[in-house]
C-alpha cells in the first residue's frame, strides 16, 4: 500500500503539468511500474491529444515488461470513443495485468465503464488510492459534471477597511498582484462583471500581462445602457452580454456551453448575489493597506473557510472555500 501511494502521488504530479493544455479535459497522470521501478510515465498534455495512459504506455522502450507491470492512473481510464480511442482498450492489449485507480470519473461516458471493461478483461483493479486528492485535482471538472455548472471563483479588491468602490474608478492592486490576477484569468474559462463595473470601469478582461488565452467575457445588461464605446464590445475577444438578471440561467447556459470555470470579478451586488445563493466554490480577496472611509461595502462571505494568507507587495491577498 505504501508503494501505491508513492507511484500515485507521482500521477497527481505529473497530471499537473497538464493545467495549462487539458481544460476542459481533465488533468490525468500515469505511471508504469514494473518491479517497484517506474519504467514509464505520462500525463494528459492537451484536449484532443493523447491521454495520460497512451504516453506512459508509449514512453516503455522494452513492451515486455508490460505483461508484468502495474499502471496507476490517478483518474478512471476512458471506456468510449472521443476525440481519441479508448484508454482500457490501450491498456487490455498491451496486456498490463493490473491497474490502480485514484478515483472514478463522473463523466456519464465513463462513470465506472472503464473499471468493468477493465475486470471483465481479466485486469486486477483496485479504486481509491489517495482519493481525495486525486479529486481535488479534477475539482472543476466533478463540479461540472456532478452539480451541471461551472466552478465558481469570487475575485475582488478592497481596502482596509473593507471598501470596494466609490464614485470614481480606484486601484487596488500592485503591479504584482495584477499579474496574478491576470495568471487566475489564464485558468477560467469565463469571466463575469456586473453592469456598473462595466460602465464604471471599462474594463478589458483579458490576460494582457499573463501568458495564456483570454476567458470568454461576460456581462449583463438588462435595460441597454451600455455604450458601444466599451472595451468589452471592442470585438477583440469573445463577448457575450446576458439581458437578464438571473443567475441560475446563467449558470444554465454556461453549463451547456461546456464551460468548467467562471472567475465572477464584481460588482459588490453581483458578488454578494452569488454568496446569498451559495453559488461560489472559492474566493480570492485582496486587502490594499489603505483607508478609503467610504465608499461600496466590500461583499460579506459566508460559510468561508481560510486557504491562506499572502503579504504580496504590501497588499493581502487571502483565499477561501465555500463549505456548504
Not at 484569468?185 to 483570454?214: F, K
Request: aromatic share 6%; hydrophobic share 35%; net charge neutral.
Amino acid at each position: 500500500m505504501e508503494c501505491d501511494i508513492k507511484f500515485m502521488r507521482r500521477c497527481i504530479q505529473l497530471a499537473k503539468c497538464g493545467e495549462a493544455g487539458a481544460p476542459p479535459n481533465p488533468m490525468v497522470g500515469a505511471v508504469i511500474v514494473c518491479d517497484e521501478r517506474i519504467i514509464g510515465e505520462g500525463f494528459h498534455r492537451r484536449c484532443g491529444g493523447p491521454h495520460a495512459e497512451v504516453n506512459a504506455i508509449n514512453s516503455v522502450q522494452d513492451k515486455r515488461l508490460l505483461s508484468r507491470s502495474t499502471i496507476y492512473v490517478s483518474l478512471e481510464p476512458c471506456a468510449h470513443y472521443g476525440k481519441t480511442p479508448p484508454c482500457v482498450d490501450l491498456i487490455i492489449k498491451s496486456g498490463i495485468p493490473r491497474v490502480i485507480i485514484g478515483c472514478t470519473d463522473p463523466f456519464a461516458k465513463v462513470n465506472g465503464l472503464g473499471i468493468k471493461k477493465l475486470q471483465d478483461a481479466g485486469c486486477e483493479v483496485q479504486v481509491g488510492v489517495l482519493e481525495e486528492e486525486c479529486r481535488e485535482l479534477n475539482r472543476r471538472f466533478f463540479t461540472f459534471h456532478q452539480e451541471h455548472r461551472p466552478w465558481i471563483t469570487l475575485k475582488w479588491a478592497q481596502s482596509k477597511d473593507g471598501i470596494i468602490g466609490g464614485d470614481e474608478r480606484i486601484t487596488f492592486s500592485n503591479a504584482l498582484t495584477q499579474t496574478l490576477v491576470h495568471r487566475l484569468r489564464a485558468r477560467r474559462q469565463a469571466i463575469l462583471v456586473g453592469t456598473r463595473t462595466a460602465l464604471m470601469d471599462n474594463p478589458t478582461l483579458t490576460t494582457r500581462y499573463w501568458s495564456g488565452p483570454n476567458p470568454l467575457r461576460l456581462t449583463i445588461d438588462r435595460h441597454n445602457i451600455l455604450p458601444p464605446t466599451l472595451h468589452l464590445k471592442d470585438g477583440s475577444t469573445p463577448t457575450h452580454i446576458y439581458h437578464e438578471e438571473n443567475i441560475e440561467e446563467i449558470l444554465q447556459d454556461l453549463y451547456a456551453r461546456g464551460i468548467q470555470s467562471l472567475l465572477v470579478e464584481g460588482g459588490a451586488r453581483l458578488l454578494q448575489s452569488f454568496i446569498d445563493k451559495g453559488l461560489w466554490d472559492e474566493a480570492r480577496i485582496e486587502e490594499a493597506p489603505f483607508c478609503l472611509g467610504e465608499g461600496v461595502t466590500a461583499p460579506i462571505l459566508k460559510n468561508e473557510q481560510l486557504q491562506s494568507e499572502q503579504n504580496i507587495g504590501g497588499n493581502l491577498v487571502r483565499q477561501y472555500l465555500h463549505q456548504p
